[in-house]
């Protein structure tokens, strides 16, 4: 069993490796009064007046008590960004990092100004940790990215992928979860899916190139994978989180 782990862990690409390993630990460390949450948190003041910068870092680290909740995010952190990572993004690490890095700046961008605005900055002000909604990003890319496979919810209904953050977000709604996180992470991955793939095939730009010295962190090679459209990633990748199950096409 240990050697299953262990072997599943080191198949893992270096980016999904290296966050989940960070969140593992962040959580643990958390759990065991090793690490302080709240030296972890978004605080803009603390970030601005007292150059903790870090702060900047670690909320997307840290994914609250270890309970079931934990779990479940655990494993989309692992599904999404391990599908993502090998497939849509197969040789091009550089340019997952920076999607992750676009997504983990929209989310902080979207918080700060929320705490600006009249009527709802106090809502924003109480979203610390954007771990969840950066999970969430993921999730609705790799929707975005697979819209045609075929998924069952529960064994109750089925649905396409195009549909997974939605269905999610309604279950969240069900148990009485915060639908912020999941919303937020819906805004960053549409704003991610629109400037990366819908604006360049309208006006042949593309304004989420990544930057060079980015690219130099990595060493991927020139790989070209051909696929036919919407064809998913094979029958591993057909399922989506806890409770949604692979469909015959």
């Avoid at 051909?226 to 064809?231: V, W």
Wanted: glycine share 6%.
């Amino acid at each position: 069993m240990a050697q299953a782990v262990e072997e599943w862990y080191r198949q893992m690409p270096i980016i999904t490796r290296s966050y989940l390993t960070a969140a593992v630990v962040t959580t643990v460390g958390c759990t065991l009064d090793i690490i302080s949450p709240y030296h972890l948190y978004l605080n803009p003041k603390l970030v601005v007046q007292h150059y903790e910068i870090w702060r900047l870092v670690t909320n997307f680290l840290y994914f609250r008590k270890m309970d079931l909740d934990f779990l479940f995010h655990m494993f989309f952190l692992a599904r999404y960004c391990k599908l993502l990572e090998e497939n849509s993004f197969r040789g091009r690490t550089a340019d997952f990092f920076y999607m992750l890095l676009f997504g983990a700046t929209v989310l902080t961008g979207i918080v700060l100004i929320g705490g600006m605005i009249p009527y709802i900055s106090e809502t924003f002000a109480r979203i610390l940790f954007l771990s969840n909604s950066l999970t969430f990003m993921m999730v609705y890319v790799w929707s975005k990215h697979n819209p045609f496979i075929h998924m069952s919810f529960l064994g109750l209904f089925t649905f396409t992928a195009a549909y997974l953050p939605w269905v999610l977000l309604g279950f969240s709604i069900l148990v009485g979860s915060s639908t912020w996180v999941d919303l937020l992470g819906m805004i960053a991955g549409h704003v991610y899916y629109f400037l990366e793939d819908v604006y360049p095939r309208m006006t042949g730009r593309r304004p989420l190139k990544t930057p060079s010295f980015i690219k130099a962190l990595f060493a991927d090679d020139n790989v070209v994978v051909a696929q036919p459209p919407n064809a998913g990633m094979g029958a591993d990748a057909r399922f989506g989180a806890v409770g949604l199950d692979p469909q015959a096409q």
